[in-house]
């Protein structure tokens, strides 16, 4: 039994281990770990996820508490310049409504809920398993290090990297990809460019063109599936390749991993789970009744691929992609700066126009100027406090997908990230300041040159120039560093912003990235499927980083179009568990709390939401969040949120003032409106059903709705229509159902 499944049966880890342990990571900080006790410290990580847990979260409080590491001021002695390193649910499993609505006081609450609860009874899974299994679970918290099934035998094995002396040790970061997973090749970093001349100009705001795409339907039957032929890799023609040889590719790579793992992919979502899915995920928003009504109604094969262009047309998914990305970018909360809103519109402008991700990144990390009239000033205006160390964290973990905020003050002991890349980095920012102007703040650059010194945990100064995979640019007062890193980060066939930027769009359709965290890339942290991961990066890059287009494939991909319902051979495939996600079904996540407000506002007032009254919408639902986010306070400019299925979340839901307005039957709310339609009662219910849950009740949840919607009737008037308090209370049940506010 590890540190971690004794910590989960309340069995308590051996003393004499964790205080080893303990030992090796404070030494590991300290920077006097010797070569045996790194090996030894790796072996103990690697092989317990206990150790692994109290090893994150031991480097996760270290960088925490050294924020302030000491950054020497340019009157230091300067030092000799040391050469760094190269761096080279199921768906439908039933659940039990009356958990929730049985708290909603009056009248005949607990069997209203029966009715709800045989509505969606064809759901989810139960609530408190829910809870647990999908977000509470302590298997959730270890790093997913294990073998990786189903890759062609071509990409065994790693080469070994030799260690920074040139030998190669057993503990050298080869063999250490070697042990942790099979079949991960690292991809080579570009060698080091020489000498940086002037900066170019940036390049021009252009959109990409992204023309639809005719991408035909996956297989469906298991024989069609394993005739499907599977597609070398072979070479990325200039433009990258056509949309089916890309998605044939993926499904040839899952399915080979379905095979080798020995389970069966769920069968395809039908038409009603697989609208509400896309809509949530690319809109933001479950779709509007009639949508789903036309959408069902539609025999044409090619339906959910017109959709996809659709909404990718829509302003809805341009507002969506500006949240998650501003959210990522610099959090929830209105900075000190009062930096957001600008972000949100320069975001929300580049993805309406498709513009390339690359020109997205280069503009907010060279940006000049105020919120005003440059959004996307307010990326670095909300983190150039303490030295900038904010700055160089975020953009390490958002843009390239790693986390190096430990490394201020230590080597990351697993991938290629060392003390000094981090103040190399950092030194591009050195440069940059935000002073106040009457109203705002705006980015100026300083006349500054020369290297910044930095002081490591034995007291002694380091000193570290503006320099990026390897090429160390000009430090002069003429160089505009920000300019420069804008440029390199962005170069490259494979550029890494590339990759971490295909990870996390396909975290956002999927629930689960490549790697987990889904922004800790490296080699200590290989992704589930290397061969899928490097496919889509070069094929992102090859189309001039166009996002729409990445869409198109994930969307059209057989493990997007799967329902989230296990079949017998893949309840293997659980991520929530602590296993690696193999994509053979869709995994079910809670909703953002932006998406459960504008999905309320589309099932019961879609003319606010989608009209033109959606600025004011959008003030109310900041308000709305407001309630469940906490800012820290910290130096790393982080927050906290109550939502994703916590107690204030679920008493918000059945008590607060936008449900209770969103269930009223008084006249001109969505309720009222089908009350007053002349339809029959079967016709009202199927109504409410299609607007929260985007689909029909089934036959068996139809007629039990209907007796209880009746069931305080006197014996002679069971003809008489139900009242419009018992609709209240089935709607309200709704939408607290946890179908309702699960995205699967």
């Known amino acids: 039994m590890n540190l971690h499944e004794r910590r989960s049966s309340g069995e308590q880890p051996r003393d004499a281990q964790a205080d080893e342990l303990r030992a090796l990571l404070e030494a590991l900080c300290e920077q006097r770990l010797d070569r045996a006790g790194a090996a030894r410290l790796e072996r103990m990580v690697l092989a317990d996820a206990g150790a692994r847990k109290l090893y994150l979260d031991y480097i996760e409080l270290h ?17 000799a310049e040391q050469a760094p390193p190269a761096r080279g649910a199921a768906r439908r499993d039933g659940v039990e409504l009356a958990a929730i609505v049985a708290t909603r006081p009056g009248r005949m609450v607990g069997k209203i809920a029966a009715a709800a609860v045989a509505l969606a009874a064809c759901a989810l899974v139960l609530i408190g398993v829910a809870a647990y299994r999908l977000f509470d679970s302590p298997a959730n918290d270890a790093p997913r290090i294990a073998e990786t099934p189903g890759l062609p035998a ?34 080579d970093r570009p060698p080091a460019r020489g000498g940086a001349p002037s900066p170019p100009p940036l390049p021009v705001a252009n959109a990409v063109e992204s023309r639809p795409e005719t991408i035909p339907l996956p297989p469906t039957s298991p024989a069609a599936v394993a005739a499907a032929p599977v ?80 909404l990718l047309d829509q302003p809805a998914y341009a507002r969506h992609s500006s949240t998650v990305w501003t959210n990522l970018l610099v959090g929830r909360t209105q900075g000190r700066t009062a930096d957001r809103e600008g972000l949100e519109r320069f975001l929300r402008q580049g993805f309406a126009r498709n513009r390339p991700w690359s020109e997205l990144v280069a503009e907010m990390v060279s940006a000049e100027g105020g919120p005003e009239e440059n959004g996307a000033a307010g990326f670095l205006l909300a ?20 986390q190096v905020q430990c490394t201020q003050c230590h080597d990351h002991p697993f991938n290629d990230w060392q003390q000094n890349h981090f103040w190399d980095l950092n030194s591009f920012f050195q440069q940059t300041a935000a002073i106040d102007v009457p ?25 570290a120039y503006p320099r990026f995979d390897g090429e160390r640019v000009d430090s002069g007062p003429e160089t505009n560093r920000r300019a420069e890193l804008a440029r390199l980060i962005v170069a490259g066939d494979k550029p890494q912003i590339a990759e971490a930027f295909v990870n996390r769009v396909w975290a956002q359709f999927f629930g689960y990235g490549f790697t987990n965290p889904v922004d800790d890339m490296g ?29 198109r494939w994930i969307t059209a991909s057989r493990a997007y179009q799967a329902t989230s319902r296990m079949n017998e051979s893949n309840s293997a495939d659980d991520p929530a568990r602590g296993e690696p996600p193999l994509f053979s079904r869709m995994y079910v996540r809670p909703m953002s709390p932006e998406q459960l407000y504008d999905s309320l506002l589309i099932a019961t007032q879609p003319r606010v939401a989608g009209g033109p009254d959606w600025r004011e919408a959008h003030l109310r639902r900041r308000e709305w969040l407001a309630q469940f986010i906490h800012p820290h306070g910290t130096e790393e400019n982080d927050e906290a949120t109550s939502f994703a299925g916590t107690v204030p979340q679920a008493l918000m839901l059945m008590n607060g003032a936008l ?86």
């Open 63 to 79: 960088g925490s508490l050294y924020w302030d590491a000491a950054t020497a001021d340019e009157e230091s002695l300067p030092v």
């Open 154 to 187: 071509e990409t065994a094995g790693s080469p070994v990297v030799a260690d920074r002396d040139g030998s190669s040790p057993a503990h050298s970061r080869g063999a250490r990809r070697d042990r942790i997973v099979a079949g991960h090749i690292a991809a």
């Open 231 to 310: 597609p070398g890799q072979g070479e990325i023609p200039p433009g990258g390749s056509s949309a089916e040889t890309i998605v044939a590719f993926l499904d040839a790579q899952m399915r080979s991993g379905w095979e080798a793992a020995e389970i069966g992919p769920s069968p395809l979502a039908d038409d009603a789970e697989w609208i509400r899915r896309v809509y949530l995920d690319v809109a933001g928003h479950i779709p509007p009744a009639e949508e789903v009504e036309r959408f069902l109604a539609d025999a044409s094969s090619d339906k959910r691929t017109r959709l996809v262009e659709r």
């Open 383 to 402: 983190h150039l406090n303490n030295e900038a160390v904010p700055a160089t964290a975020v953009t390490a973990r958002v843009f390239l997908g790693t």
């Open 439 to 463: 109203g705002t703040h705006r980015l100026v650059t300083k006349p500054i040159e020369g290297p910044l010194y930095y002081e490591n945990r034995q007291g002694l100064m380091r000193v």
């Open 523 to 551: 080699p200590h942290n290989p992704p589930t499927h290397p061969a899928v991961l490097d496919r889509l990066s070069r094929e992102f890059v090859a189309s001039g980083f166009d996002v729409k287009r990445l869409i």
């Open 659 to 744: 449900t209770a307005g969103a269930v009223s039957a008084e006249r001109g709310t969505f309720l009222s409106e089908v009350l007053a339609e002349p339809i029959s009662e079967t016709e009202k219910i199927r109504k409410l059903s299609l607007a929260a849950l985007s689909r029909h009740p089934a036959p068996g949840e139809l007629a039990a709705i209907r007796r209880l919607l009746r069931h305080d009737a006197r014996e002679g008037d069971r003809r008489a229509p139900a009242p419009a308090k018992n609709y209240e209370d089935l709607f309200w049940a709704l939408l607290n159902s946890s179908e309702f506010v699960h995205v699967h």
